[in-house]
C-alpha cells in the first residue's frame, strides 16, 4: 500500500478481554516499530522488529503484551487481559531497514479503549 | 546506541512569538536527526530532517532546524507562531551503524491568541 495501514481505528474492549492491533508496514519496508502513546504522554516504545532478527521487545510494560510479525511484512500487537491503563493509541511505523537517513513513516494509531 | 532527550513536555507562546523546542541527543557516530510533528487525533508527520551537509535545515510551516554538534542539540524554531502550529512535536534520531530510530519522549506546543 502508499502507507502504514493499522486496524481498526478504534477498539473498544471489556477488561480481561484480549485485543489483536494489526499493522500493515510500506512494502518492502523491513524494519517495523510499535509504540505507545497514553493522553496526554508522549511516545513508550514498545517493540521493533529487524529483518529475520530477533525483535527488541525492551519496551513491552509486561508480559501480557506480544508481538509477531509474520513473513517479514504484517505485524500483529496482542494484549491479553486487558486492563484500563492499557487504554492509549497504539502507533505502528515502518522504515527501510539500513536507510538510516530516511525517516520512518507511521501509521494512524489504533485508539484501544478499555471499559 | 542513540538517544534523545526533549526538554520541557510542555511549551506555550503567545501568537506571533518565536517558537523554540529544544532537543539533545547522544550518539557515537555521526548522527541523523529528525523533527516529527503530530496534529490534534493525526498520526505523526515528517518535519524535517538533517542527514548531511548543511546544518541549518528548513522544513515545512516556516520551521527549521539547526545541527550543532559541539552542543549535541538539534533545537527546533520558528521566528512566529501561528495559532495551527499546536501539535506535539517529537524529536528522533538514527545512525548508519545503529539499528533503528529513537524517539524524544514530545514537546506539546500551546499558541496563546
Known amino acids: 500500500g502508499a502507507g502504514v495501514s493499522q486496524s481498526p481505528s478504534n477498539k473498544v474492549t471489556e477488561k480481561g478481554k484480549d485485543v489483536e492491533l494489526r499493522c500493515d508496514p510500506i512494502s518492502g519496508h523491513t524494519a517495523l516499530y510499535w509504540y505507545r502513546q497514553s493522553l496526554g504522554q508522549g511516545l513508550e516504545f514498545l517493540i521493533y522488529f529487524q529483518g529475520n532478527s530477533a525483535p527488541d521487545k525492551s519496551g513491552l510494560p509486561s508480559d501480557r503484551f506480544s508481538a509477531e510479525r509474520t513473513g517479514g511484512s504484517v505485524s500483529t500487537l496482542t494484549i491479553q487481559r486487558t486492563q484500563q491503563e492499557d487504554s492509549a493509541v497504539y502507533l505502528c511505523?515502518?522504515?527501510?531497514?539500513?536507510?538510516?537517513?530516511?525517516?520512518?513513516?507511521f501509521g494512524q494509531g489504533t485508539r484501544l479503549t478499555v471499559v | 546506541a542513540q538517544s534523545v532527550t526533549q526538554l520541557g513536555s510542555h511549551v506555550s507562546v503567545s501568537e506571533g512569538a518565536l517558537v523554540l523546542l529544544r532537543c539533545n541527543y547522544s550518539s557515537s557516530v555521526p548522527p541523523y536527526l529528525f523533527w516529527y510533528v503530530q496534529y490534534p487525533n493525526q498520526g505523526l508527520q515528517l518535519l524535517l530532517k538533517?542527514?548531511?551537509?548543511?546544518?541549518l535545515v528548513k522544513g515545512i510551516n516556516g520551521f527549521e532546524a539547526e545541527f550543532k554538534k559541539s552542543e549535541t542539540s538539534f533545537h527546533l524554531t520558528k521566528p512566529s507562531a501561528h495559532m495551527s502550529d499546536a501539535a506535539e512535536y517529537f524529536c528522533?534520531?538514527?545512525?548508519?551503524?545503529?539499528?533503528?530510530?529513537?524517539f524524544g519522549t514530545g514537546t506539546s506546543l500551546t499558541v496563546i491568541p
Open positions: 538533517y542527514t548531511t551537509g548543511a546544518t
Open positions: 511505523a515502518s522504515s527501510l531497514e539500513g536507510a538510516w537517513d530516511t525517516e520512518a513513516f
Open positions: 528522533a534520531v538514527s545512525a548508519d551503524t545503529g539499528n533503528q530510530f529513537y
